[in-house]
Every structure is written in C-alpha cells, then in structure tokens.
C-alpha cells in the first residue's frame, strides 16, 4: 500500500489540479485538501524518482493500456482534462457554428496566443497559431527570399517534410541545398556548433537546424548556432518539433529569429496544434504560405490565413498548457529522463546493445535510441508489437544503421518499461533474432 505521508506531500506539491483530473466524476466531490503538511523542497530529479507524485499524473489519462504505447514522441495523446475541454467546445460550435464557433470561440484566439507566448517567453505579436510544426516551418522555409546560388545548410537527421520544402525549392528556385552528417552521439555540444560553422560558405543564406532530433534525440547547442550565423547574415529556422514542453527553456536561451513546434507532442494538447515564433522585425521579410491581405506586413496573423478550420482544437491548448505547468516543466523534464535511463540501464548488458543517443543531461532528454549488433531491428519491432503489444518505433539512420526509438512519457509505468524490457531480453534469446 502506498506510504499517506509520501503521498500526502506529493499532492501538496503537485496542483491539486493534476489529482482531480485522475479522478473519474463524482468522486472529487468529498475531496478534502490536507493543508497541514508541508512538504520538504525537494530537488526535480528526486521528484522523478518519487512514483507516488506520478500515480496521479498517469490516472489522468483515458488511454487504451492494453498495449503499452513507447511511440509517445510521435503524436501525444491528450488528458482527460484536455478531451473533455475539446468535446465542449465542440458541442457549443456545433449548436450554432457561425454564432457559437465565428462568435464567442474565435475571438478566444487572442488568449491563446497570449498564453503560448507566455510559456516561450516572447510577446503574443511573434507567435502564429498553426496545425504543426511542417506547417509552420514551411511557412519560413518556402517564405524567406532566396536568390539562385543561394546556399542552404542541415544536417541528414533533419526532418524529412523539413528537407522536401528546401529540395523543392532548390528545383524550383536555384537554391543549393547542402547537408552533412554528425557522430551519434558527438563527443560534446561544441563539436556540434563546429559542424555548422565548418560547413557554412560565403553563399550561405539560410540554416535549418532541430532544437532536438526525432532520430537519436540530440539536442543541439542552437544558441551557439544562431550566433555564428547572425554575425555572418544569415537566416537560421529552429525546427522544435520534439523541444516544445519536451525539456524547460525559454525562447531567451535560445537567441533564435524563427521557431516552429507542435503543442501535440510533448505539451500534450489536441492533435492539430502549433505554432511559429517569428521575431517581430523578420515577420515582414517572410511570405504566408497561404495567401494574406497584406503578405509582406509585420502582423504575425498573416500566416494564420488558412480560411475555416476547427476552433475547438486551439481552444483546448489553455487546458493542456495548465497541465503541463501542473506538473511542473522541470518535474516533466527530469521524469522523461529519468524513464529512458530506467529502461536502458535494464538492457545495457545485453550482447551488442548501442546506445545512439547521448548520455550528457545537456544534449539529450526523453527520446532514447539503440540498436543491437547482429539483430534484425525491424523483426525485434514487430516482435515487440505482436507478442507484448509494445507501440516503438523503427529508424533507419542516415548513416546506415536500423534502429528503435523509445519514448515514453509522464503516465508510461515502470512495470510498462519492465515489460518493454522483458520482450527485447525475450526476443535476443529466441531463434528469430
């Protein structure tokens, strides 16, 4: 039975929130807050170790648990508290959609946008709200002036939809696409920042650059990156896909001009949700992707033109945002690292296991990528799915290598991970390997 005084200080320290959404109707009714303990500081990295705080956090959740899903850096599913918000504000647009929807929920919008900004920490004028991050991010890459000849910098781990909008503009327009590798993982952050200058050339007008790989879960040193790039001119376009509600920053620590994530991975809002920072003087330098008024004015909404869409969905993100902060971005943070060393630590000894992703807190958090010398990685994701009903998800690398990408999150249990671990052991000591 779980320890009251753990859990008593868990809920003190958690909103309380966090524990009435893991409660089904009715039950919170008589729920009375104990204000008389005061619970210890403790530390984010002790707090992820505390499986009394999680307990709630997981029950929060209606998920299917008959299979175990280890692909939550693919598309997150939502709270209860997130779904609910999403089936109200559905039923009120439906009752009258041009008065409910066009009348009360649009003009909500504004808040949103607020509330993003605040959580990137940047002002509501530099954040447009968008269905993904490749909606986002195209909106810059297809929509900054380039000329032919112009040269335009990644790497191979970059995204796929991210490297087709460049390759159609280099048939389209001239430009020069140019991508190198890196080691998985590299020794540091700044052998990483060496990278990108090394391969920058005077023709150099444009970088593409992940905040964090949905390959191998590399985080890179942006920072130093958009640096070096703006004390030679040239434009650098963050893809934060993996980052946003990932791991804890603020746009201020990134020193970026051009951000795009998805609020449905890591922030956990509905599917169909991100957004685009643009530093507030490049908004007029780049072009909507589709069509606006006034497409060369500053006004960030001019990427917002995309005609009717579902309102419900961004109304919803206000929900998921006091989730996250709930549990506390730091908390977050430390658990999803805490979770991949918990799984890898269990299967380290296992005859030519790799681990691809880096062990540095600063270059990694929650994704965690390996691959096992001999095996055939694609057999060993089936076998996982079929025999163990385990969800990952199979890579191959550039650089040659098939890999499994494992990323769980905030209501994943350990005995799920125990599980995980148990099916890969299985499946090295079977015939089928």
Same mark, same amino acid.
């Given at each position: 039975?779980?320890?009251?005084?753990?859990?008593?200080a868990?809920?003190? $320290?958690c909103?309380?929130a966090?524990?009435l959404?893991a409660l @089904?109707?009715?039950?919170?009714?008589g729920?009375?807050?104990?204000?008389?303990?005061?619970?210890?500081?403790?530390?984010?990295?002790e707090?992820a170790?505390d499986?009394?705080?999680?307990?709630p956090?997981?029950?929060?959740?209606?998920i299917?648990?008959?299979?175990?899903?280890?692909?939550?850096?693919?598309v997150?599913?939502?709270?209860?508290?997130?779904?609910n918000?999403?089936?109200?504000?559905?039923?009120?647009?439906?009752?009258?959609?041009?008065?409910?929807?066009?009348?009360?929920?649009?003009?909500?919008?504004?808040?949103?946008?607020?509330?993003?900004?605040?959580?990137?920490?940047?002002?509501?004028?530099?954040?447009?709200?968008?269905?993904?991050v490749?909606?986002?991010?195209?909106?810059? /890459?297809?929509?900054?002036d380039?000329?032919?000849?112009?040269?335009?910098?990644?790497?191979?781990?970059?995204?796929?939809?991210?490297k087709?909008?460049?390759?159609?503009?280099?048939?389209?327009?001239?430009?020069?696409?140019?991508?190198?590798?890196?080691?998985?993982?590299?020794?540091? &952050?700044?052998?990483?920042?060496? /990278?990108? #200058? @090394?391969?920058?050339?005077?023709?150099?007008?444009?970088?593409?650059?992940?905040?964090?790989?949905?390959?191998?879960?590399?985080?890179?040193p942006?920072?130093?990156?958009?640096?070096?790039?703006?004390?030679?001119?040239?434009?650098?376009?963050?893809?934060?896909?993996?980052?946003?509600?990932?791991?804890?920053?603020?746009?201020?620590?990134?020193?970026?001009?051009?951000?795009?994530?998805?609020?449905?991975k890591?922030?956990m809002?509905?599917? =169909?949700?991100?957004?685009?920072?643009?530093?507030?003087?490049?908004?007029? @330098?780049?072009?909507? &992707?589709?069509?606006a008024?006034?497409?060369?004015g500053?006004?960030?909404? @001019?990427?917002?033109?995309? =005609?009717?869409?579902?309102e419900?969905?961004?109304?919803?993100?206000?929900?998921?945002?006091?989730?996250h902060?709930?549990i506390?971005?730091?908390?977050k943070?430390?658990?999803?690292?805490?979770?991949?060393?918990?799984?890898?630590?269990?299967l380290?000894?296992?005859?030519?296991?790799?681990?691809?992703?880096?062990?540095?807190?600063?270059?990694?958090?929650?994704?965690?990528?390996? =691959?096992? #010398?001999?095996?055939d990685?694609e057999?060993?994701?089936?076998?996982?799915?079929?025999?163990?009903?385990?969800?990952?998800?199979?890579?191959?690398?550039?650089?040659?290598?098939?890999?499994?990408? $494992?990323?769980?999150?905030?209501?994943?249990? &350990?005995?799920?991970?125990?599980?995980?671990?148990?099916?890969?052991?299985?499946f090295?000591?079977?015939?089928?390997?």
């Amino acid at each position: 039975m779980m320890n009251r005084t753990k859990l008593s200080a868990a809920r003190a $320290v958690c909103l309380s929130a966090i524990l009435l959404l893991a409660l @089904k109707p009715g039950e919170a009714a008589g729920l009375k807050r104990d204000r008389s303990v005061s619970p210890p500081a403790r530390t984010p990295a002790e707090i992820a170790r505390d499986e009394s705080f999680w307990f709630p956090v997981q029950q929060a959740f209606d998920i299917d648990r008959s299979v175990i899903n280890l692909n939550n850096g693919g598309v997150h599913p939502s709270p209860r508290v997130v779904m609910n918000a999403v089936h109200r504000y559905l039923d009120f647009a439906n009752g009258a959609p041009t008065h409910n929807s066009w009348g009360f929920l649009r003009p909500r919008k504004e808040h949103v946008r607020r509330l993003v900004a605040d959580t990137f920490g940047c002002s509501s004028e530099e954040i447009a709200l968008v269905r993904n991050v490749t909606e986002a991010l195209q909106i810059a /890459l297809l929509g900054i002036d380039l000329r032919p000849g112009d040269e335009v910098l990644t790497t191979e781990h970059d995204y796929p939809s991210m490297k087709n909008a460049l390759f159609q503009r280099q048939k389209r327009d001239g430009v020069v696409v140019k991508t190198f590798s890196f080691p998985t993982p590299p020794a540091s &952050l700044g052998e990483l920042a060496a /990278l990108f #200058e @090394k391969n920058v050339t005077p023709r150099t007008k444009l970088i593409l650059v992940c905040h964090i790989t949905n390959l191998t879960g590399q985080i890179f040193p942006i920072k130093d990156i958009c640096r070096m790039a703006r004390e030679r001119g040239i434009e650098v376009v963050v893809d934060g896909a993996h980052a946003f509600g990932h791991f804890d920053f603020k746009v201020e620590d990134l020193g970026c001009d051009i951000y795009g994530a998805n609020l449905h991975k890591w922030m956990m809002a509905p599917i =169909g949700n991100g957004f685009l920072y643009v530093r507030k003087e490049k908004i007029e @330098k780049i072009w909507p &992707l589709f069509p606006a008024a006034d497409p060369l004015g500053d006004d960030i909404r @001019k990427f917002e033109a995309i =005609g009717t869409q579902q309102e419900a969905l961004w109304a919803a993100v206000p929900e998921a945002i006091a989730f996250h902060e709930g549990i506390g971005p730091k908390n977050k943070e430390e658990r999803l690292r805490y979770l991949r060393e918990y799984w890898r630590l269990r299967l380290g000894d296992l005859p030519g296991f790799r681990f691809m992703t880096s062990l540095n807190p600063k270059q990694s958090c929650g994704i965690g990528t390996f =691959g096992l #010398e001999g095996a055939d990685m694609e057999k060993l994701g089936a076998f996982l799915r079929e025999r163990y009903k385990v969800i990952t998800t199979t890579i191959k690398l550039p650089e040659g290598p098939t890999v499994i990408r $494992v990323t769980p999150s905030v209501y994943t249990t &350990l005995h799920e991970l125990d599980v995980f671990v148990r099916g890969v052991r299985d499946f090295v000591s079977s015939e089928d390997r």
